[in-house]
C-alpha cells in the first residue's frame, strides 16, 4: 500500500478544503488535497456565488465575511483560472416599509463592520436599477460585494493548490483512522496510507459521517435550495440582488417550519444575479429534505413568480433549466471551524451553510493559520467543533455515510 507523508491531509476538495489547501501550500506547507469524487460534485458546483457581508449573521460571521471579502481580489490575482470575479455590489431590497423597519438593526451591524450600506428610496432605487419593479419600497445599496462564479473558483482554487505544490487525490476516499491517544496516528484510504501532521476535515454535507470515524459529532444537515437559469439574453440588472427576506428565510429555521406564508414555508428568499454569458440566475428556496437534490414545481414555481414580482420584464425571458444545491446547514447558525479537543490532530472547515463561497477565503487563512500554530487575525474560538462534544451511538445513527451519488 502506498505511503503518502505530510504536513496536512484535506478531506474534501470542495470551495472550502481547496481553499485551505491553497492557503496552506503557498505557505510552504505539504499538503494532500483528497476528494471522494471531484472538487466541483459537492455544494460547490451547485450554487450560486454572492460574496455577500450583509446577509450574514452579526456578530463574528459577519466580520468573517468581511475579511474574506477584502482577501478575494488578491486571492483571484494569484489564480490561473479566471473564477469571473466581479466586484458588482449588491442591493438588498426592502418589499414594503414594514421590512425597512424591521432590517434596522442587522444595517447598524454591517455598518459597524466598515462596510458601508446606502439607503436608496423608490426613485433613487429606479434610477441605479431601472427594471425594478415601481411597487418595491426601496433597496439598501452595497457597493462592496460582489459575484465570482463558484464552479470556477472552486477549481481555480483547487489548481491553484496543486501549482503551489499540493498534491491531489481525486476519486479518494478514507477507509479508517488509526488514533493513537487523542491523536490520528494513519488513515487508510483507497490510494494509500496516509500519515499527517493535521487532518482537514471539509467534508461538506458529509461531514457528520467523517468526524463519526473519529468520534467527534460535527452536526451539518443537508438544506436544499433550488435555482432556475433562464436563456442566455441582454442584462436586466447590474448588481447582485437579494430581498431582505431573505434574512429571516435564512437565519430563523423555526419561523419557517410555523409560519402561515405560503412562500416562506418554502424558505424563500428572492436572489438574482445576471452571469457573464447572460443568463440570469434566480432563487431560491430552503428546504430539509435529506439528501434529495430534486427541484420541486412548486419550487420553481414560487421563484419564478417571485423574480417577475421584482423584475416584470423578466416574464418575456425563457428558462432554460432548474438545479438544486445541499447547503451544508449546522443547528445555531454558525460553521464550524477549529481545532477539535477531542481529536488533536484534526482541524474541521464545514457548516458554512448558504455562505460558504463568501467565506471561503477566510476559512483557509484560518486553517493554514491553525496549522502553522498562529493564532489567527479574528478569534474564532466561538466556532469550535468542541461545541458539539463527541460523537455517541444514538448520534452516530443519525449521520449516515457518504454517498458517492
Ligand atoms: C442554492 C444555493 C445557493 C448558494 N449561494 C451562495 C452564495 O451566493 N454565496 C455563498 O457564499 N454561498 C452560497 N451557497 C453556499 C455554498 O455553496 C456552500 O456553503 C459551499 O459550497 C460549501 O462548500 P464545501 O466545500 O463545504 O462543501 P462541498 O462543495 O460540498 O465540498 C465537500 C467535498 O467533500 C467531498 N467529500 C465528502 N465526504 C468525503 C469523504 N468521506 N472523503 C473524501 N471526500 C469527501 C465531497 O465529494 C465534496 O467534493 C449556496 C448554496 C446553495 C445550495
Not at 490520528?184 to 501532521?197: F, L, N, S, Y
Not at 425571458?317 to 447558525?333: A, E, H, K, M, T
Request: charged residues 20%; glycine residues 10%.
Amino acid at each position: 500500500m502506498p505511503l503518502i507523508e505530510t504536513d496536512l491531509a484535506v478531506i474534501g476538495a470542495g470551495i472550502i478544503g481547496s481553499s485551505c489547501a491553497f492557503h496552506a501550500a503557498r505557505r510552504g506547507l505539504r499538503v494532500a488535497l483528497i476528494d471522494a469524487r471531484q472538487p466541483t460534485r459537492g455544494t460547490s458546483g451547485e450554487c450560486d456565488g454572492y460574496v455577500a457581508i450583509s446577509s450574514k449573521k452579526p456578530g463574528l460571521v459577519m466580520e468573517m465575511a468581511a475579511a474574506s471579502k477584502r482577501m478575494y481580489p488578491e486571492v483571484c490575482a494569484a489564480l490561473r483560472i479566471d473564477p469571473q470575479y466581479h466586484p458588482t455590489g449588491g442591493l438588498m431590497i426592502l418589499e414594503d416599509e414594514e421590512t425597512f423597519q424591521s432590517v434596522a438593526g442587522h444595517v447598524e451591524a454591517v455598518r459597524g463592520c466598515g462596510v458601508p450600506m446606502t439607503f436608496l428610496d423608490r426613485s433613487r432605487m429606479l434610477e441605479a436599477e431601472p427594471t425594478l419593479s415601481p411597487a418595491l419600497f426601496g433597496a439598501y445599496e452595497v457597493p462592496v460585494e460582489a459575484v465570482v462564479n463558484p464552479y470556477r473558483m472552486t477549481l481555480a482554487l483547487a489548481d491553484a493548490a496543486r501549482a503551489a505544490g499540493a498534491v491531489a487525490h481525486w476519486e479518494t476516499r478514507p477507509l479508517g483512522f488509526e488514533l493513537e491517544g487523542k491523536r490520528i496516528k494513519a488513515m487508510d484510504t483507497t490510494a494509500g496510507r496516509v500519515v499527517a501532521q493535521h487532518y482537514v476535515f471539509s467534508a461538506g454535507i458529509w461531514s457528520r459521517a467523517l468526524g463519526a470515524m473519529v468520534g467527534i459529532d460535527l452536526p451539518v444537515a443537508p438544506r436544499r435550495g433550488e435555482l432556475v437559469v433562464t436563456e442566455r439574453c441582454k442584462g436586466m440588472v447590474k448588481r447582485y440582488l437579494q430581498s431582505a427576506r431573505y434574512l429571516t428565510a435564512k437565519g430563523k429555521p423555526d419561523e419557517v417550519a410555523t409560519t402561515a406564508d405560503p412562500l416562506m414555508r418554502l424558505g424563500h428568499g428572492f436572489c438574482l444575479e445576471w452571469t457573464p454569458e447572460g443568463n440570469c440566475m434566480m432563487g431560491s428556496s430552503r428546504a430539509f429534505v435529506g439528501y434529495d437534490r430534486r427541484t420541486t414545481p412548486w419550487g420553481v414555481a414560487a421563484i419564478v413568480q417571485e423574480a417577475i414580482r421584482y423584475v416584470p420584464a423578466l416574464a418575456r425571458v425563457n428558462i432554460l433549466r432548474s438545479f438544486s444545491g445541499l447547503r451544508p446547514f449546522v443547528p445555531d447558525g454558525k460553521p464550524i471551524i477549529g481545532r477539535s479537543g477531542l481529536v488533536e490532530n484534526v482541524i474541521v472547515a464545514t457548516g458554512h451553510e448558504g455562505d460558504g463561497i463568501c467565506l471561503s477565503q477566510i476559512t483557509g487563512e484560518i486553517v493554514a493559520d491553525l496549522a502553522q500554530g498562529r493564532a489567527p487575525r479574528l478569534d474564532v474560538s466561538p466556532l469550535t467543533p468542541d461545541r458539539f462534544g463527541a460523537m455517541t451511538a444514538e448520534k452516530r445513527a443519525e449521520a449516515g455515510a457518504f454517498e458517492a451519488a
